[in-house]
């Protein structure tokens, strides 16, 4: 993304058949006026490249972050699935993680 000559940021975000999944960003805050948001302006003009090229869904992926509840218009939980081999090692991590 860039105003000007000036390199304002990178979105990395990734497309699986019809659902846009926003990954990671980067902003160059020095090179903008104090005080500016330029993921408010970035992020829909991502969202809008990907409804323009047929993705149906935009997800921004785990977290609570405020700009997510103020750019989405709905939610759905995330699941985390881990599957491991029975082995000593395993256990004994699965033990950790309880004690923990």
Same mark, same amino acid.
């Given at each position: 993304?860039? @105003?000007?000559?000036?390199?304002?940021? #990178?979105?990395?975000? #990734?497309? +699986?058949?019809?659902?846009? @999944? #926003? +990954?990671?960003?980067?902003?160059? +805050? *020095?090179? =903008? &006026?104090?005080?500016?948001? &330029?993921?408010?302006?970035?992020? &829909?003009?991502?969202?809008? %490249?990907?409804? /323009?090229?047929?993705?149906?869904?935009?997800? #921004?992926?785990?977290?609570?972050?405020?700009?997510? $509840?103020?750019?989405?218009?709905? %939610? $759905? &939980?995330?699941?985390? =699935?881990?599957?491991? *081999?029975? /082995?000593?090692?395993?256990?004994?991590? $699965?033990? +950790? $993680?309880? =004690? *923990?």
């Amino acid at each position: 993304m860039q @105003c000007g000559t000036t390199v304002v940021g #990178f979105i990395y975000a #990734f497309r +699986y058949r019809n659902v846009a @999944c #926003f +990954y990671q960003c980067g902003y160059n +805050y *020095r090179g =903008l &006026p104090e005080h500016n948001q &330029p993921g408010y302006l970035a992020l &829909p003009l991502v969202i809008e %490249h990907y409804a /323009a090229t047929g993705a149906r869904t935009f997800e #921004f992926l785990a977290g609570e972050d405020g700009y997510k $509840r103020r750019l989405a218009t709905h %939610h $759905r &939980p995330l699941v985390w =699935l881990e599957v491991q *081999r029975p /082995a000593l090692r395993t256990a004994l991590l $699965r033990l +950790y $993680r309880r =004690l *923990r």
